[in-house]
């Protein structure tokens, strides 16, 4: 187990599929101990192994939550997060059409500190499939300390383990539990890094995934297809289906939430835009409501990544619903993923 502990420090995150069930085995565990420390001691009780130590966090696109709780969990770890809006830099981005390298930025933020995060996704790359994920990987490239993908368009693994991390403490042995990755109507246009991210890792586990679309919502296929394999390796299964209800049947898990389809991220936002939104038009329908939480398991929950659009993507009586919905420890446990990533990966960096 040290040894493992050991082979963690300075590693990259830019997928969970970057680390072993080992690995990842690790990074749950510790943070569970830290979640446990903190609700039952105190911060007191939270080692200060990062102290003076920096995390660089380069910010291409918006957040709620990401920044909160790498924030937040280096300063419980001791060290400082400093928070870097990409435009506000010489980067070449928005309007600036001559700029920095990214390559150089990267050096620069090796020397300055101890680990650099990177969030690029959505409309800062006008949505197109591939610009963000190419510049996480120019990153660790060109860089000796860890890289942390804080989001790009193809995965969001901090994320992804608190997503598992919340379905395994609701359900214990995850074998054999059913999970549904819905797509739901909502009139803003997503990204696909947070349902690609929960796919690739569940089925990891043993968990039967379900990933439920209109016609013409398909995901990444080269993911697609590691997803089957880790399926299989693992003793559970994947299933693609655009029937709703029988989806949800017996389900104890289901994630609404909106994705573009595979012409806008070819396109772009700014030149399918308008046409998308016509077709979401036809699936208003698809939400997560009363009617279809009873069609799950009598235990099922909802789970989300947040922000949940009320109303389009889940109706609000069964968001809060104290019963049925667990977004808030989900989102709870999303610091607790990052704190023990940051813990493991710079521990060791000098």
């Known amino acids: 187990m040290r040894n493992l502990v050991m082979d963690l420090s300075g590693r990259d995150l830019l997928s969970t599929l970057d680390w072993s069930i080992d690995e990842i085995r690790i990074a749950l565990n510790l943070a569970r101990e830290l979640k446990w420390r903190y609700h039952y001691f105190g911060l007191d009780n939270i080692p200060r192994i990062l102290d003076r130590k920096t995390f660089f966090m380069l910010f291409y696109a918006p957040s709620t939550r990401t920044r909160a709780a790498f924030e937040t969990a280096m300063t419980m770890l001791g060290g400082h997060a400093v928070y870097v809006e990409a435009k506000t830099t010489r980067l070449a981005v928005g309007e600036k059409k001559v700029g920095e390298a990214d390559k150089d930025v990267a050096v620069m933020y090796e020397r300055y500190g101890h680990g650099i995060g990177v969030r690029i996704l959505d409309k800062a790359i006008d949505y197109v499939y591939g610009r963000g994920h190419s510049l996480l990987q120019v990153y660790a490239k060109h860089t000796r300390v860890p890289v942390i993908n804080m989001a790009d368009d193809h995965f969001h693994p901090t994320q992804g383990l608190a997503d598992y991390m919340t379905f395994e403490d609701r359900f214990g042995k995850t074998e054999g539990r059913k999970y549904v990755v819905m797509w739901a109507y909502s009139p803003e246009i997503r990204g696909w890094c947070s349902v690609q991210e929960d796919i690739i890792l569940f089925t990891r586990f043993g968990v039967d995934v379900v990933v439920a679309h209109p016609p013409g919502f398909n995901l990444d296929p080269k993911l697609m297809e590691i997803a089957k394999r880790n399926a299989v390796e693992s003793g559970g299964s994947l299933e693609f289906t655009s029937d709703l209800r029988s989806a949800l049947e017996g389900a104890h898990a289901v994630f609404p939430r909106n994705w573009a389809s595979p012409k806008l991220v070819e396109l772009g936002y700014s ?26 398991d009598r235990d099922a929950v909802l789970m989300h990544v947040l922000p949940i659009f009320r109303g389009y993507e889940a109706d609000d009586d069964v968001i809060d619903d104290p019963r049925r919905s667990i977004i808030y420890e989900q989102a709870e446990n999303g610091l607790w993923t990052k704190a023990a990533v940051l813990a493991l990966t710079l521990y060791g960096v000098k």
């Open 271 to 296: 030149r399918f835009k308008d046409e998308e939104l016509k077709i979401y038009e036809k699936y208003r329908d698809w939400r997560v409501t009363r009617e279809l939480m009873d069609l799950m």
